[in-house]
């Protein structure tokens, strides 16, 4: 049995003493309707994948020729929500509702809307009201426990992730939060587990690889890290936190030059970054000079 998360866990504590805060607690794989490599409750057809105009127009036709049918508003209202248009989606879930009060999927879509608007007591009762009409819903657990999470209820937090584990041991997203929640108390070993345990079931997500990237280092071992951190900025070439987190890695191997390109990407990707004119500086980088990163 792993040791308990406790009450008092600051969840986005330091991960690295003396260096500059990475956030690993506030990153999330965000989006509605798809496979364990998004952010549940969502999990409508694979069609809600598509965000474009070409396919909301389709599933406007859909619901025109089946003005009654609750499905067709949910999943229209998915891909509304992965295409950030929260308050349309909203009016989706809202009639999914109406039509089909025990619509426990359209609950935990709501939820997950108004949990990305920062409204989380709205959402902890969507959450809620979808698991009290299924108290098997794994997406709904995640969904509420990733709420928990952002209001610092880790106890909470982790009893939801653990039972969405257990009722979808297949949910990259379940361990990857999960692993947040070790990450952000200390115990690294827990975390690491859980993000590889995630990257084995999540494709073609930058975060897990960060966050694992950033326990490593924490563990003191920056080769690792670093390895993790090449394959987020390969995944993402534009993501600032892994920038910024690689130039650490390679800074703590010694390696100069992989440490300044690092930091000069993060530079180009935002010129106010604190922490990577920091750290390229620390380095030794010069304005005007071409490193290799790689």
């Known amino acids: ?18 260096a500059a805060l990475f956030g690993g607690c506030s990153m999330s794989i965000g989006n509605l309707g798809g496979s364990s490599s998004s952010t549940p409750p ?27 049918d609750p499905q067709a508003y949910n999943m229209r209202g998915s891909v509304l929500g992965r295409a950030g248009r929260n308050q349309d989606a909203l009016t989706d ?79 990259g997203q379940a361990y990857y939060n999960r692993g947040l929640l070790y990450q952000a108390q200390g115990q690294h070993k827990f975390a690491v587990d859980d993000f590889s345990t995630s990257l084995g079931l999540i494709q073609q997500q930058s975060e897990p690889y960060i966050a694992r990237g950033l326990s ?8 690792a890290a670093a390895d993790d951190l090449d394959n987020a900025v390969t995944v993402d070439p534009g993501n600032l936190t892994a920038w910024n987190s690689r130039g650490l890695a390679y800074e703590r191997l010694g390696d100069k030059e992989k440490a300044a390109g690092s930091y000069a990407k993060a530079i180009n990707i935002n010129k106010d970054s604190d922490t990577a004119k920091k750290g390229f500086a620390r380095v030794g980088g010069k304005p005007g000079t071409t490193y290799q990163p790689f």
């Open 216 to 223: 490593r280092l924490a563990l003191g071992d920056p080769k």
């Open 93 to 171: 879930f809202n009639r999914a509702i109406e039509l089909d009060g025990n619509y426990a999927q359209a609950y935990a879509n709501r939820g997950q809307v108004h949990r990305q608007m920062n409204r989380n007591e709205v959402a902890l009762a969507d959450y809620n009201k979808a698991l009290s009409i299924d108290q098997n819903y794994a997406a709904a657990y995640l969904g509420r426990g990733q709420v928990y999470r952002a209001q610092g209820r880790a106890l909470d937090a982790l009893n939801d992730f653990n039972r969405a584990i257990q009722m979808s041991p297949g949910n």
């Open 1 to 18: 049995m792993r040791e308990p998360v406790t009450k008092n866990v600051v969840l986005c504590a330091a991960l690295i003493a003396g």
């Open 42 to 68: 969502a999990d409508a057809d694979a069609a809600a994948q598509d965000t474009s105009p070409a396919n909301i127009a389709s599933l406007g036709e859909v619901i025109a020729r089946n003005p009654n």
